[in-house]
């Protein structure tokens, strides 16, 4: 786990995701305004082989697996990327399961992100973080 929110939990990506993630992005009313339009296994695993050499902490984006605590469905996705010239600075990206929608998850995982980011930010950027 890499941080938490009263029902979800962020972690890591794991090759168990994959599936129900590019089922997540696939969906028409998810991918609406993204920058994908068809998101398969094969994207899947391509963003997999990206994400998992990837640290908190290192330049660029870091994406985060969101799972709900209770279930251990896979809720959705969140990402960061500090910016190096200004730390205080972040850009975020969130994605829930279309399913789950309007239940305060995506608001959720968002206020547990930005605290989690202002730990990164204060600990020093550049310094990959292993969890
Ligand atoms: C945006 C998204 C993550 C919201 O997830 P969620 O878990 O349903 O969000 P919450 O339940 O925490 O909050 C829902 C609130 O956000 C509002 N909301 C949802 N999508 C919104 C959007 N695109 N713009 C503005 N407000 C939005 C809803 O109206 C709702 O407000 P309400 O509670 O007053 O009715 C989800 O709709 C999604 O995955 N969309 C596709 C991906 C996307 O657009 N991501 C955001 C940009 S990176």
Known sequence: ???ESPRLIA???EPRDLEAFAAI???PDVARYQSWENFDAAAAAEFYAWVKDRNPG???WFQFALEHKETGAFVGDC???IVESDARL???GYTVARQFWS???ATE???ALTRAGSVLAESGLGKSVRF
Do not use: E, N
């Open 25 to 27: 992005r696939s969906h």
């Open 109 to 111: 995982a968002i206020g």
């Open 58 to 60: 290192d330049s660029g």
């Open 90 to 92: 972040a850009q975020i």
């Open 1 to 3: 786990m890499i941080f």
């Open 79 to 81: 990402g960061l990327k």
């Open 103 to 105: 239940r305060g998850y």
């Open 11 to 13: 972690r890591r990506f």
